[in-house]
């Protein structure tokens, strides 16, 4: 058994910047109470890792950021990588809270690029995933934003006149390309702007060039888009099969016995130690297999 470790993979600039700015404010602010505004990143062991560290969450399922702010009365704020709407920054503000902001300076790119088309008039066609934090920051930048969950939704928009097609930035670079296609078939003049961003990029094609492999592996929380991308591309560009774990503790014999090529990579926002403890007992494995798992390594951030 050979096991292929992908690289790159893992933790993106903006993860580990959302992470700096989080610890450097509880760092700076004893005894100020401290709430991130939606999980730092969609990993539970990061968000576990920060609690440790005395961050409070206001994150619940459903609940956009403007209503979560509800839940959230004195101290700081953090918006998370993901971004947030002016109007979510304007309420923290009106109630007085101390706002940092994580946001990451691709989605702020985004974000700039979307008002700026429609301070001048044009409609925003915004490929993105429905409920996604991303995705509802930027959606609520204007009424002119409109969210593309799939080809079905182009059908619906009416006669447009000055029309931007973007996206979010963790998307499929496959999936993009197809619906990006479909917008620009009953929009043939529209402007594109892809917003993939380069470490989602450069993480998909690392799987798309990989060659004779037998299972995928991809390390990352069940609510994590781009891992779920990873998993998506690897079978597209032809890997059998491919699964998305949470750590070392989901390897299952039957997942990885009579595979001759296994690789292994991870989401954006996958600490490292999860998926380097997945490939050490891979590792072992191939020398010796016994199974015995560890338990799940430590995650510090
Ligand atoms: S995945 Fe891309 S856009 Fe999202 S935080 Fe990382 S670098 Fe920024």
């Not at 700081?76 to 706002?99: C, M, N, P, Y």
């Not at 989602?200 to 299972?215: G, N």
């Not at 560009?237 to 014999?253: C, K, R």
Request: glycine share 6%.
């Amino acid at each position: 058994m050979e096991i292929i470790s992908v690289i790159p993979r893992g933790y993106c600039q903006g993860v580990v910047r959302a992470i700096q700015i989080a610890k450097n404010t509880v760092r700076d602010n004893p005894g100020v109470p401290v709430t991130m505004l939606g999980m730092i990143v969609h990993n539970q062991y990061v968000v576990h890792a920060c609690q440790q560290l005395g961050i409070r969450f206001a994150e619940e399922a459903g609940r956009s950021r403007y209503d979560l702010l509800d839940e959230i009365d004195q101290g700081i704020v953090i918006f998370t990588a993901h971004g947030v709407s002016d109007e979510v920054r304007q309420k923290a503000l009106s109630k007085g809270l101390t706002v940092i902001d994580a946001t990451c300076p691709d989605v702020i790119r985004t974000h700039e690029l979307v008002r700026a088309h429609c301070e001048d008039h044009g409609d925003v066609l915004y490929i993105g995933k429905q409920g996604h934090p991303e995705a509802e920051g930027t959606v609520s930048l204007s009424d002119r934003v409109h969210l593309i969950t799939s080809c079905a939704d182009i059908e619906k928009l009416n006669h447009l006149d000055h029309v931007l097609i973007t996206n979010q930035t963790t998307l499929s670079l496959l999936d993009c390309r197809q619906i990006i296609d479909a917008c620009l078939k009953k929009y043939p003049q529209a402007e594109t702007a892809s917003e993939i961003c380069q470490a989602t990029r450069i993480r998909q094609e690392a799987v798309m060039h990989l060659k004779d492999i037998d299972l995928l592996i991809v390390v990352g929380d069940a609510r994590s888009n781009n891992s779920h991308q990873l998993k998506e591309i690897g079978l597209k560009s032809g890997i059998p099969e491919a699964v998305l774990i949470d750590s070392v503790q989901d390897l299952t014999e039957d997942m990885i016995k009579e595979k001759d090529r296994i690789a292994v990579t991870s989401g954006s926002s996958t600490p490292n130690e999860l998926t380097k403890q997945v490939i050490d007992y891979l590792q072992e494995y191939a020398r010796d297999p016994h199974w015995k798992l560890p338990p799940t390594a430590e995650v510090t951030i």
